[in-house]
């Protein structure tokens, strides 16, 4: 319950911040698409935390979606940046140090993009 004021005022910062939006383009068609995926993004990000109780997860989801807010309001541009990898990092699928290319991966996300755990997402089981 500590975090929940915390939770709460960030929470509505992002939906006042998708309300107020205004696009780098200054085009109103970019404008809504832009404003529409920053309240759908905190929606959907939110819902997915909502069931969180270990402390430091709560931590790094709060320290995430603070990150994804001022990237999105100083470079004027809402959608996900780029996150570049370590040198030598992505190994042959047979190679033997296949953990340690992992490891490398995991640790090279930055913060603001730990939620989209691309090519991790659990798939459905079959049969």
């Known amino acids: 319950m500590a975090h929940r004021n ?43 935390n909502k069931h969180l109780s270990d402390e430091d997860s709560i ?5 995430e979606a603070e990150s994804r807010l001022e990237i999105a309001l100083h470079y004027k541009n809402p959608w996900p940046r780029p996150s570049h990898i370590p040198q030598h990092s992505m190994l042959p699928l047979r190679d033997r140090r296949r953990k340690k290319s992992d490891k ?20 459905p089981e079959k049969g």
């Open 6 to 48: 915390k939770v709460l005022t960030l929470y509505r910062a992002i939906l006042k911040t998708s309300r107020t939006w205004e696009s780098a383009s200054r085009i109103a068609s970019d404008t809504e698409k832009e404003s529409l995926y920053i309240a759908s993004e905190a929606r959907h990000l939110f819902r997915q």
């Open 104 to 123: 490398l991966l995991s640790q090279s996300k930055p913060a603001y993009l730990k939620s989209y755990d691309i090519g991790e997402k659990e798939q």
């Open 59 to 63: 931590k790094a989801a709060i320290k």
